[in-house]
């Protein structure tokens, strides 16, 4: 039997998953069993503990129905432990490097308790850690293994389940389980805390606990917090069942009041002033109920506040609090800017905002109003064709509604006509961001469909990147769009775990694929031909597709590369296709560049996904095109002559060069090399780009945007979709020019 079972609940989170679970398999005591509970089988996080699983044998996967949520699977882990000792981890959370190792040691020189308690750190998801969170337990606490009632800081309700190790015959011989509903780990602290017999202390931290942005669930509004309540009645039940001793009823007694007195002197924690009232009378029964005899109440102003509550009298308890919040709104300057008010009044949004939403109405953008491209457009074609009870309307820049097809309705940025779909549209979808002036009505639906898959950083994570953070705008404007997002579309495992990172929301991921790339795989072979023919791409020419990355340490376009140089060296059977990032559209630069044919500038096409079709290979350095110009299984070479600085001044989620999709060059020479050797589209590149496809190409299979419609604008569940093809059983578009080459 293992030394420990560490139960891991993988039911959410699959950004910080894998983080967890490696933080158990590195630990230095190898002697530990990793109980990974999973409540959806075909979900991310099931398919990244299997990825673990395959690894490593010593992870045990159990299953837990989703509707038991937390407490169901921390039980159905017990169950399935083999252990001597259980520990808990969230999914977010780690174990620090050497723990079990001093958890072991403890544990051996107490005597092997039946529960050995230790500190934890809560890390803020932003600001890093707290410090040590249980510094009151050490305080004048025994040396060795003592029973709870040595030591007045125990029982402590505030104790989470993954601050301790627990003797699983313990756990067992007493029936130990997590009660069901929110606040269970009260309940399963003072009760291990009153059942154990012998009790030990390790002042050291051994968990770090991720603090979300949206903060503990515990903390947010809902109807949840009615579940206190019953913890509050099931923990003081049990302790009186479990001990006579007054002192101790009355700790556990005024802990959980604390608690009671905290929600209920919130207002946002309960909706609506009946739930609050609700709560407060039950609150004042329990209170009636269950407080020992001889208990005294604590004193000053938490004194009064216990006299209302033990009356029932929350009409008095909620006008002392209002006194309090009101006397610190009176200080608040209550100034208001002339122009900021002229603003609002004359700004027709205002009046907008005042209609009702309409439910049959949705607007599309992309890039900040450039066109008709992108994720958004192809959910746009979709939703047509699938929900036709949806009007439309796709959002422009003044000038660029000759970017749209003709029979696309078209409104420009800032007209009347914006601040009026903004103002009423039910479904919002975008690939970047709206203005931070745009406001999010109750009962809208915001798309974040992105527009590429992360080897940059991003979001959040940028903060140790000055030059990239400058440009990206303040983290807090930034912070204030996320919480806009209701879905948010991603076309990979990789996409979904950074995202989660980089936006930390409250949004649905959208785990279906990028419906841009659906054509990649519903493209014929005549398509292919007339976007070349569009193109000016000639018949006979194999067209290598250029497409460079923007640098956050330069304001122009100027290529890596000397495309003059580069045409000449690659010679007649070949045509390069120019296409410079977004950022610097319009400015390719291309005066005195080589005009004979060789070379050809397609930046401003408005559909990069054509450009990509139309290219038999792809030379680009760190652009995301990479991630979706594989699921054409067409060679790629990597361009990464500035590695070195673009990662120190960018920063990037993994190393590209240790794991490209094809060939790689540092030099103009080596890039020459690679193609006039055949090494672009050799067995070894053909290797990789397989590696790499399997890697980043997970939910590509053309049916992204069916996927998009039919769970946004048709409100189907997620389980209900179309399932994703496999990689192998997918056929991408032919490509052109390379197939007449290799049979040259």
């Given at each position: 039997m293992p030394r420990f079972s560490v139960v891991v609940p993988a039911h959410d989170g699959p950004g910080r998953l894998p983080g967890c679970l490696d933080s158990v398999l590195g630990q230095t005591f190898a002697d530990v069993e990793l109980v990974a509970v999973v409540t959806a089988p075909e979900g991310l996080c099931a398919s990244i503990v299997a990825a673990h699983a395959d690894r490593d044998p010593r992870i045990?996967?159990?299953?837990?129905?989703?509707?038991?949520?937390?407490?169901?699977?921390?039980?159905?882990?017990?169950?399935?432990?083999?252990?001597?000792?259980?520990?808990?981890?969230?999914?977010?959370?780690?174990?620090?490097?050497?723990?079990?190792?001093?958890?072991?040691?403890?544990?051996?020189?107490?005597?092997?308790p039946d529960l050995l308690l230790f500190d934890h750190e809560r890390v803020?998801?932003?600001?890093?850690?707290?410090?040590?969170?249980?510094?009151?337990?050490?305080?004048?606490?025994?040396?060795?293994?003592?029973?709870?009632?040595?030591?007045?800081?125990?029982?402590?309700?505030?104790?989470?389940?993954?601050?301790?190790?627990?003797?699983?015959?313990?756990?067992?011989?007493?029936?130990?389980?997590?009660?069901?509903?929110?606040?269970?780990?009260?309940?399963?602290?003072?009760?291990?805390?009153?059942?154990?017999?012998?009790?030990?202390?390790?002042?050291?931290?051994?968990?770090?606990?991720?603090?979300?942005?949206?903060?503990?669930?515990?903390?947010?509004?809902?109807?949840?917090?009615?579940?206190?309540?019953?913890?509050?009645?099931?923990?003081?039940?049990?302790?009186?069942?479990?001990t006579a001793d007054p002192a101790v009823l009355g700790r556990v007694f005024h802990q959980l009041v604390r608690g009671v007195l905290k929600t209920a002197a919130s207002p946002v924690r309960l909706p609506g002033t009946a739930v609050r009232r609700r709560f407060f009378r039950r609150a004042a029964?329990?209170?009636?109920?269950?407080?020992?005899?001889?208990?005294?109440?604590?004193?000053?102003?938490?004194?009064?506040?216990?006299?209302?509550?033990?009356?029932?009298?929350?009409?008095?308890?909620?006008?002392?609090?209002?006194?309090?919040?009101?006397?610190?709104?009176?200080?608040?300057?209550?100034?208001?800017?002339?122009?900021?008010l002229r603003r609002r009044i004359l700004n027709p949004y205002r009046v907008f905002l005042r209609r009702p939403v309409d439910e049959n109405l949705a607007?599309?953008?992309?890039?900040?109003?450039?066109?008709?491209?992108?994720n958004p457009a192809a959910i746009h074609a979709a939703a047509r064709r699938l929900a036709p009870h949806i009007r439309s309307v796709f959002l422009?820049?003044?000038?660029?509604?000759?970017?749209?097809?003709?029979?696309?309705?078209?409104?420009?940025?800032?007209?009347?006509?914006?601040?009026?779909?903004?103002?009423?549209?039910?479904?919002?979808?975008?690939?970047?961001?709206?203005?931070?002036?745009?406001?999010?009505?109750?009962g809208t639906v915001h798309v974040q469909t992105q527009h590429g898959t992360p080897l940059k950083r991003m979001g959040v994570d940028l903060v140790e990147f000055p030059a990239a953070a400058a440009a990206a705008g303040p983290l807090g404007k930034l912070l204030q769009r996320v919480d806009r997002w209701d879905f948010n579309i991603s076309s990979n495992h990789h996409s979904t775990e950074v995202w989660e990172r980089a936006y930390p929301g409250a949004y649905e991921s959208l785990d279906v694929g990028y419906p841009r790339n659906d054509a990649f795989y519903t493209s014929t072979a005549e398509?292919?031909?007339?976007?070349?023919?569009?193109?000016?791409?000639?018949?006979?020419?194999?067209?290598?597709?250029?497409?460079?990355?923007?640098?956050?340490?330069?304001?122009?376009?100027?290529?890596?590369?000397?495309?003059?140089?580069?045409?000449?060296a690659?010679?007649?059977?070949?045509?390069?296709?120019?296409?410079?990032?977004?950022?610097?559209?319009?400015?390719?630069?291309?005066?005195?560049?080589?005009?004979?044919?060789?070379?050809?500038?397609?930046?401003?096409?408005?559909?990069?996904?054509?450009?990509?079709?139309?290219?038999?290979?792809?030379?680009?350095?760190?652009?995301?095109?990479?991630?979706?110009?594989?699921?054409?299984d067409r060679p790629i070479v990597v361009y990464a002559d500035d590695w070195d600085v673009y990662r120190e001044t960018r920063g990037v989620y993994f190393d590209l060069l240790a794991a490209p999709p094809g060939a790689v060059a540092r030099t103009q020479d080596e890039l020459t090399r690679i193609f006039r050797g055949g090494e672009w589209d050799g067995a070894a590149a053909r290797h990789l780009r397989g590696a790499f496809r399997e890697r980043f190409c997970d939910f590509d299979d053309g049916l992204a945007a069916e996927r998009v419609v039919r769970r946004v604008l048709l409100g189907e569940p997620a389980e209900a979709l179309p399932p994703v093809v496999p990689l192998g059983e997918r056929t991408p578009a032919p490509a052109a020019g390379r197939v007449r080459l290799l049979h040259h």
């Open positions: 045990t996967v159990v299953h837990s129905p989703a509707g038991d949520g937390l407490p169901g699977a921390r039980n159905a882990g017990i169950a399935g432990a083999t252990g001597e000792f259980l520990l808990f981890l969230d999914g977010d959370d780690t174990l620090v490097p050497g723990a079990l190792e001093v958890i072991d040691a403890r544990l051996k020189e107490c005597g092997e803020h998801w932003f600001e890093g850690g707290r410090g040590p969170a249980l510094g009151r337990l050490w305080r004048n606490a025994p040396s060795g293994a003592f029973r709870m009632e040595q030591h007045t800081a125990l029982p402590d309700v505030a104790v989470p389940a993954w601050s301790g190790a627990y003797r699983r015959a313990f756990v067992s011989r007493h029936g130990l389980a997590f009660a069901p509903g929110m606040f269970t780990d009260t309940v399963w602290s003072v009760t291990a805390a009153l059942r154990a017999e012998r009790i030990a202390l390790l002042p050291q931290v051994c968990v770090r606990h991720l603090q979300g942005r949206r903060g503990s669930r515990n903390e947010l509004p809902g109807l949840h917090h009615l579940d206190l309540l019953d913890q509050f009645d099931l923990v003081m039940r049990r302790a009186a069942g479990l029964r329990l209170y009636r109920r269950h407080r020992p005899a001889g208990v005294r109440r604590p004193g000053g102003s938490v004194a009064l506040q216990h006299v209302l509550l033990a009356s029932g009298s929350y009409t008095a308890f909620r006008a002392v609090r209002g006194t309090r919040r009101r006397l610190g709104r009176a200080a608040r300057p209550a100034r208001r800017c002339l122009g900021w607007v599309y953008s992309s890039y900040w109003g450039r066109g008709y491209a992108c422009v820049a003044d000038g660029q509604a000759r970017q749209l097809p003709d029979d696309v309705e078209s409104v420009v940025i800032g007209s009347t006509r914006y601040w009026e779909v903004m103002a009423t549209a039910k479904y919002t979808f975008n690939n970047v961001n709206f203005a931070m002036s745009v406001r999010k009505r109750p398509d292919v031909a007339a976007i070349r023919r569009r193109l000016g791409v000639p018949e006979d020419r194999v067209a290598v597709l250029y497409a460079p990355t923007h640098r956050d340490y330069r304001t122009d376009f100027l290529p890596q590369l000397d495309l003059v140089a580069f045409c000449e690659l010679g007649e059977e070949f045509v390069v296709l120019l296409r410079a990032h977004h950022s610097y559209e319009g400015s390719a630069g291309l005066d005195g560049m080589l005009r004979s044919g060789a070379l050809i500038d397609v930046t401003e096409h408005r559909s990069p996904e054509e450009v990509c079709l139309a290219a038999d290979a792809l030379v680009t350095d760190y652009s995301s095109i990479m991630f979706d110009y594989a699921n054409l």
